[in-house]
């Protein structure tokens, strides 16, 4: 009924720059809060930032000041543009949302198939 889909992510050399985007389709009713978790191998998924339909952010400590979300709730994207980057930001990187599907009045939380994201020292 809705599907994400991610893009973006790659090798990147510590200190670079990736931005990933994720697109949500399907029988969208309407979409409340989106985000972005990442795993890092032998590790628990963890949030890393998520925001509401009215664009309000949450970020985790470790990335504050170095990662921006934002989202375009026309396209019903999300993004995450990464700065500074340590290796210690290489995880798997999964989008959500939080989506209401037009045959349902529930919303349901919904997840990407997650892009890899390397960061070399």
């Known amino acids: 009924q809705v599907q994400l889909v991610e893009s973006g992510g790659g090798l990147v050399q510590a200190g670079g720059s990736l931005r990933l985007s994720c697109t949500a389709s399907?029988?969208?009713?309407?979409?409340?809060?989106m985000g972005w978790y990442r795993q890092a191998p032998g590790k628990q998924r963890e949030l890393v930032a998520t925001?509401?339909?009215?664009?309000?952010?949450n970020y985790a400590d470790s990335v504050k000041g170095r990662f921006t979300i934002s989202r375009d709730n026309a396209e019903n994207t999300v993004n995450l543009q990464m700065n500074s980057l340590k290796p210690e930001d290489t995880a798997v990187y999964y989008c959500?949302?939080?989506?209401?599907?037009?045959?349902?009045?529930?919303?349901?939380?919904?997840w990407g198939q997650g892009t890899q994201v390397t960061v070399s020292s």
């Open positions: 959500n949302a939080d989506a209401r599907p037009t045959t349902s009045r529930n919303f349901y939380r919904y």
């Open positions: 399907g029988s969208i009713f309407a979409i409340n809060a």
């Open positions: 925001i509401t339909s009215g664009r309000s952010a």
